[in-house]
């Protein structure tokens, strides 16, 4: 499973902190969306800015780059730990299955 928390966690404490006090629906405008539903989903981690608006939101909320860098990097090392440690469990046969390899 792919991992924003980082990235999420970021926006929604620059937004809310900003000394201009941002809404999801302000914010979304200023980006170029047309309701908060985007900058919602972000927040929830739900999924990731898009690189083309990476450079904005980092205006928008006086965000560094390194910040942002920083939380992109933790959350692809988080959807890589995630997909190997699923990649690594074994999976479940079903009982029924393992009934016909007992019998052989």
């Known amino acids: ?5 980082n990235i999420a966690s970021l926006v929604r404490t620059k937004r ?3 000394p201009k006090n941002y809404s999801q629906s302000d914010l979304s405008l200023l980006l170029g969306y047309k309701n908060g539903q985007f900058i919602s989903n972000v ?6 800015v898009p690189l083309k608006m990476m ?3 980092s205006d928008v909320l ?3 780059a390194d910040d942002i860098k920083t939380a ?3 959350d692809h090392e988080e959807t890589l730990t995630n997909y190997f440690n699923k990649a690594a469990t074994p999976k479940k046969v079903a009982t029924r299955d393992r009934e016909n390899t007992d019998s052989l």
Do not use: A, T, V
């Open 1 to 5: 499973m792919r991992s924003f928390k």
């Open 16 to 18: 809310i902190n900003h």
């Open 43 to 48: 927040e929830r981690g739900l999924c990731n």
């Open 55 to 57: 450079k904005k939101i």
């Open 62 to 64: 006086d965000i560094s």
């Open 72 to 74: 992109i990097l933790k």
